[in-house]
């Protein structure tokens, strides 16, 4: 039975309550404990500083070259707090409800609320750290609304959020770096969990430079190593974010929580080639701005594909603004899953733009008119130059053309309340654990999250574990650093001798296809059966056909990504059990066969109030449920109208 | 397009390297460069080569990841991008490039374009940050910045530490790099308590990596894909003068 360990009393007092009687470690004994945390983003750099900060030991892997190159940086509108600086009605019982309605009634409500009661502090703490946001004439703290709310609490810097909250972070981690209190380990991909005595006691790790496995113990293990959206071979995550840390936390008895639930942001720039090796995000934020469009006629659509006439010679008439049209009260702000839905539709009908027909418009000509170009400038500067580098096409002049892509997953690793798995001292924290959004994230949630568990959260819960576990002298030489050494050093030697004809690479795109057609934006139970079976396939072929080259014990690449491509390829089916599984629509989550007569999503609360978390074993994943109740919230058909 | 490559192969740091040519055919003008490496290192494994090593993640210009010298310039020839923002549509058809990691002796060769510029971990974590712990800041807009003064700092800090600076630089002179940090933190009240032992210890940490001197000739400035100022190295000096006389 899955325990949440959710504490006792009202929602509002939950966190409170929990401090009051968490165990803690003593000041002078928190030396004696050693933490290692994977992944050095938002959620693994704050934790490690923090953790450092407070007097533990900590050793933090990357596989990165530096702690600052981490996929956080690249987020780009905002991070979400209840500060209520506008005066419009915000508060943390509002950013806690538009959390749970915008992931539609799939997340844990203690959870949420918690989040939100911390979110205010995060602000404070990236302020104090010298985080450049942006700001008011008066030199306060400006703010723009985001996607599934209408207040404006997202504080922003530019288009470069992201980056800037992790060198804050990585500020924070390099003065403890500079302490001594985190030692840090570049270019190490962590590779496996250790577990012993039913506890988390380390990690393998491979050295990219030299080939060398390495062994690390801790009294308790961090993993704060992302999401999972690049099963999908194209998606706007980092070439190198992988799976692999969860996946293996999984085969060792760490439950998979809702891995069907993928967010498919709905403004990226197009694919335009084979050859495409990822996809690029232009930021929620720009629909503050932008409005969505296509053509309203399929003839005039088909003029556009074959470049026959610009998009900005179609008139007024001519446009359907279609999300204003179908959601009047949100309009262009609806949340992500809806506004990629929508777009999904269009392009379905025929009114797609781009010359696959992928593609609407998210034009900027009102606004620049009404504000002026240097305001706009302001906002997205670095957006538009990026968009134009990449398209050669000017935004200020021409409409942007935008498609859905993959871009975060809200599956994970299941937690409980103390971010912990069912591993006892196994952690997961950010993006890597199943985390506070449900079935749908709201924009510049994920940054918040990932910040809330590594500052203010993990470095509280993790004393309540490590108190009752005695500093005890910690070694690599068990007989279980030995096994999971030697696993890793013969799946290295395997996947080295097979000598077939596709590379990781190969495979890679042709899970991606797999995944992206049959476990995207729309999911039927025929396709995902199908797609099941064509994983299968292609697993078994993986085992015969793979082609690598060079050897363990060096720099080596293609061998890398082989052993993610191997987990991608376990995963990529999980998720597909997993979402045929849920006979219902929800969030990102949507099945064909349970929709509204308008072609919303249609939740089954009745039976789907639960979290799935999947447990493995040598016959395949067992399901296991945690059921959700909700104390404060009244789960309703989501409406954006 | 064809585009025929001589890419600097070294096997890792202890091994000489050498200028190795190879043809890349089809290469279509919305590729990034980066994605035409891809393309040749495919073949490159299909033939049981060692593909050519370069760093890379985010391919959107923000990790700082990435850093290729091309025909001479760090990052290529177009301006105010990284080596995975360069497509290839910045070539023509039959054109030679020649692709190189960035030189400099604070960046060893890892393997062939892959450097390791853990020095400029380094010299952060001499004090490039404000000390400040987990749960002691004050309300956020306790602290108030003037908008010229955020924008200005946050110019500075979209350093995305690539070490382009580095390798633009004949004497490979990392004042860019620091100096953008100096200068972010300095224009902040946040930063204000500790710029001078800031300025010191960073600039202590930087000469300790064996980074050359600056010599004032704005290469730096001109291949950063950030477009960070050399105005802010004049700050760095400013601060450093200011902190030796105290």
């Known amino acids: ?84 600086y506008h005066n419009d009605g915000d508060s943390v019982f509002r950013l806690f409800y538009d959390t749970i309605k915008g992931g539609d009634y799939r997340a844990r409500e203690a959870n949420v609320y918690r989040l939100a009661q911390v979110s205010s502090h995060i602000i404070d703490q990236a302020v104090a750290q010298g985080v450049p946001f942006a700001r008011e004439y008066g030199g306060h703290l400006d703010n723009r609304s985001f996607g599934g709310a209408q207040v404006a609490r997202t504080f922003y810097a530019k288009g470069q959020t992201g980056q800037q909250l992790l060198l804050g972070s ?70 190198l974010s992988n799976a692999t840390a969860i996946w293996r936390a999984y085969r060792k008895g760490a439950f998979f929580a809702n891995p069907a639930f993928t967010q498919i942001h709905p403004t990226c720039i197009p694919q335009s080639g084979d050859y495409q090796s990822k996809l690029t995000l232009m930021s929620e934020s720009l629909r503050n701005d932008g409005r969505v469009w296509v053509p309203k006629t399929k003839e005039t659509a088909e003029k556009l594909r074959k470049h ?18 179908r959601y009047p009260s949100f309009g262009n702000l609806v949340p992500r899953d809806v506004a990629s839905r929508a777009a999904k539709e269009r392009c379905d009908a025929g009114f797609g733009v781009a010359p696959t027909g992928l593609g609407v418009y998210l034009d900027f000509k009102e606004s620049i008119e009404r504000h002026g170009k240097e305001t706009i400038e302001a906002r997205y500067g670095n957006l538009f130059q990026m968009y134009e580098k990449i398209t050669s096409h000017n935004p200020y002049q021409r409409p942007m053309t935008i498609y859905p892509a993959v871009h975060y997953t809200m599956g994970g690793l299941w937690i409980d309340y103390n971010l912990m798995t069912t591993i006892p001292g196994l952690y997961a924290i950010g993006e890597a654990n199943f985390s506070d ?80 057609h049959s476990v995207g934006m729309s999911r039927n139970a025929e396709g995902l059966n199908h797609a099941i079976e064509e994983i299968r396939k292609l697993r078994a072929e993986f085992e015969t056909n793979l082609k690598t080259v060079g050897k363990a014990e060096e720099y080596n690449e293609t061998l890398e990504k082989a052993m993610r491509v191997r987990d991608f390829l376990e995963l990529g089916e999980l998720m597909a059990k997993d979402a045929l599984l849920r006979e219902e629509s929800c969030g990102g989550h949507f099945r064909e066969e349970f929709q509204t007569e308008d072609g919303e999503a249609r939740r089954d609360d009745e039976h789907f109030t639960y979290v799935s978390a999947w447990e493995h074993s040598p016959q395949g994943p067992v399901l296991h449920k945690e059921h959700l109740t909700f104390e404060k919230v009244t789960p309703t058909q989501r409406s954006y109208k | ?137 004050p309300e956020a807009n306790a602290i108030l910045v003037p908008k010229e003064k955020a924008e200005e700092a946050f110019l ?25 940090k100096i200068s972010h933190l300095a224009l902040l009240p946040q930063g204000d308590p500790e710029r001078r032992e800031r300025a010191l210890k960073m600039v202590k940490a930087m000469d300790e990596e064996g980074f050359g001197p600056c010599t004032n000739t ?26 030796t006389f105290t």
């Open chain 1, 1 to 84: 039975m899955l325990d949440a360990k959710i504490p006792e009393g009202k929602l509002e007092h939950k966190w409170n309550n929990y401090l009051f009687r968490v165990h803690l470690v003593s000041p002078a004994n928190k030396r004696k404990y050693q933490i290692i945390v994977v992944g050095s983003g938002l959620a693994g750099a704050s934790a490690a500083a923090s953790l450092g900060e407070l007097g533990y030991q900590v050793t933090l892997l990357t596989y990165h070259d530096s702690p600052r190159r981490a996929h956080s940086i690249a987020a780009q509108g905002g991070i979400n707090a209840a500060k209520n």
């Open chain 1, 170 to 239: 990585y500020g924070a981690l390099n003065r403890q770096i500079h302490a001594g209190n985190v030692k840090l380990y570049t270019r190490h991909d962590m590779l496996d969990v250790v577990v012993a005595d039913g506890q988390a006691r380390g990690v393998i790790a491979r050295d990219l430079v030299t080939g060398e496995i390495r062994r690390f113990s801790g009294h308790a293990v961090v993993l704060a190593t992302g999401g999972y959206g690049n099963v999908y071979y194209l998606s706007t995550n980092a070439k």
């Open chain 1, 308 to 325: 026959q006439i610009n998009p900005q010679d179609v008139t007024e008439e001519e446009r359907d603004y279609y999300l204003e049209r």
């Open chain 1, 437 to 516: 959004h449900g079935a749908n994230r709201l924009g510049a949630s994920a940054l918040m999250q990932g910040l809330a568990d590594g500052y203010f959260i993990l470095p509280v819960t993790i004393g309540d574990y490590l108190s009752e576990h005695r500093g005890d002298d910690l070694t690599t030489d068990r007989p279980e650093f030995e096994t999971a050494e030697s696993e890793m050093r013969e799946t290295i030697d395997h996947l080295l001798g097979r000598n077939g004809k596709k590379t990781p690479d190969q495979f890679h795109r042709e899970l991606g296809e797999i995944m992206w």
């Open chain 2, 1 to 137: 397009m064809k585009i025929t490559l001589k890419i600097w192969r070294q096997k890792n740091n202890s091994s000489k390297g050498r200028f190795v040519e190879y043809s890349v055919d089809n290469v279509n003008g919305h590729m990034s460069f980066l994605e035409m490496l891809d393309v040749l290192n495919e073949n490159l494994i299909h033939k049981g080569e060692d593909p050519v090593a370069f760093t890379h993640d985010c391919r959107e210009g923000i990790c700082g990841s990435c850093g290729i010298v091309i025909n001479g310039r760090p990052h290529g020839p177009d301006t105010a991008v990284a080596t995975c923002q360069l497509h290839m549509r910045n070539f023509k058809d039959g054109d030679v490039i020649l692709v190189e990691p960035w030189r400099a002796r604070a960046f060893p060769v890892i393997k062939d374009l892959a450097v390791d510029r853990s020095a400029f971990d380094r010299i952060l974590q001499a004090g490039g940050y404000v000390s400040v712990d987990t749960g002691s800041a």
């Open chain 2, 156 to 180: 500075a800090a979209a350093c995305i530490g690539c070490g382009a600076c580095v390798a633009a630089c004949k004497n490979a002179s990392a004042m860019l790099f620091v100096s953008a």
């Open chain 2, 218 to 243: 704005g290469a730096c400035e001109a291949e950063c894909p950030k477009e960070i100022s050399v105005a802010h190295i004049a700050r760095l000096n400013r601060e450093y003068l200011m902190a």
